[in-house]
């Protein structure tokens, strides 16, 4: 029996390869002043970033313009959710896995339940398992192909595929180098005090998802170039090491993401490599300048 697959836009799944799989996705919204844009895939990546290199207030500090472009950001609604599991349900899907955001950065897999919890109960013979990636962007990726592997086995059911997910999330490295705290500070997640002191000893923080798929800092460094060469030894836990794979996310810095593709290549000429510009929803509060190295650390067997 077919099982059907759903993420969120987060995720930054490639909507073609989600055509393809028959992945439907939940998209997430953004909110520039009053204009609502939905994280789709008509979504203008390169517009969005231009409005962040439009930016000027934080060169004025400590004259601050309070009403400065900041983006707000907004799960997916649970409707945006029944929505995707009906298109499955419509092909004649029973049985569905839904793997999103972490509930440390977004409402998303509270939607997911939410609106799983509705379907189940109007079509009494649907299963629906949500799953949390304990991250966002990559992680999501790698789950879902993961799990695209375990479906074309035919020997799992989804319970256990969404099972395995859960406990493989657990293996996917997520690091983050923030090259500026504005962000932060300007979306309300960093006080002016330590908003300004880390500006003065110009940090920037290396940040990871933990285990409840929050947010922590790891590390920081004084200039872009060593918070880099950080980031990947992080990754790999100081090069002991190997994944299997590593995807760098960005959002308005290619440079910074070629940057980190040389370093990976300088230690390890054979891996595999994706490099995938963000939608926009996860960089929004991290800043457009954010890099992440996602390092793959799951199980062997579940993709032979």
């Known amino acids: 029996m077919t099982i059907g697959l759903v993420t969120d836009s987060g995720s930054d799944l490639p909507w073609d390869f989600a055509k393809k799989n028959n992945v439907k996705i939940a998209c997430l919204y953004m909110y520039v ?3 609502e844009l939905k994280e789709d895939e008509n979504f203008d990546r390169a517009a969005y970033y231009k409005l962040f290199e439009d930016e000027k207030a934080f060169l004025h500090i400590p004259k601050l313009n309070l009403y400065s472009f900041v983006p707000k950001t907004s799960q997916p609604n649970p409707k945006d959710y029944t929505d995707a599991y009906m298109e499955h349900i419509k092909e004649g899907t029973k049985d569905i896995v839904v793997v999103t955001i972490s509930a440390g950065l977004s409402g998303s897999i509270n939607s997911a339940y939410l609106a799983a919890k509705q379907v189940m109960k109007q079509y009494t013979d649907i299963n629906i398992y949500v799953v949390s990636s304990l991250s966002a962007s990559y992680p999501e990726v790698f789950l879902i192909r993961m799990a695209l592997n375990l479906i074309k086995k035919k020997k799992h059911s989804a319970k256990e595929i969404a099972d395995i997910l859960t406990q493989q999330a657990l293996k ?13 500070w300007k979306g309300g997640r960093l006080g002016t005090t330590k908003f300004l002191l880390g500006a003065m000893l110009r940090k920037k923080p290396i940040v990871t998802m933990n285990e409840k798929g929050n947010v922590v800092t790891v590390s920081s460094a004084t200039d872009v170039q060593g918070g880099l060469e950080e980031s990947l030894k992080l990754s790999t836990d100081d090069f002991s090491r190997v994944p299997k794979a590593i995807a760098i996310v960005y959002g308005s810095r290619l440079d910074y993401a070629n940057d980190m593709a040389d370093l990976i290549k300088e230690k390890y000429p054979e891996m595999e490599i994706e490099i995938v510009q963000s939608g926009g929803s996860v960089l929004s509060h991290l800043g457009p300048e954010s890099i992440g190295v996602i390092s793959d650390y799951t199980d062997d067997e579940y993709w032979e």
């Open 33 to 35: 002043h009053d204009e």
């Open 172 to 184: 996917i490295k997520t690091i983050i180098l923030l090259p500026t705290l504005r962000y932060l």
